[in-house]
């Protein structure tokens, strides 16, 4: 149940025209945000990680 509700389509443009006010609108774009932070993350540890590895030749 849990990995379904990952991948539910979430329309971010109807959220904010229908915000209460503006900091609900920040709390939007910033939670819409926060995937792909946390992917660029995962990828350039897994870069740094590769070339560590490389340096050290393993």
């Known amino acids: 149940m849990y990995i379904i509700s990952l ?3 979430v329309d ?5 025209k229908t ?3 503006g900091s609900y609108e920040i709390g939007v774009v ?3 945000f926060i995937p ?8 350039y540890w897994m870069y740094n ?5 490389d340096e050290n030749g393993y």
């Open 7 to 9: 991948f539910q389509h």
């Open 12 to 16: 971010v443009a109807e959220k904010i």
């Open 19 to 21: 915000a209460p006010d």
């Open 30 to 32: 910033i939670g819409s």
């Open 36 to 43: 792909f932070v946390v992917l660029i993350v995962i990828a």
């Open 49 to 53: 990680s590769a070339k560590k590895r």
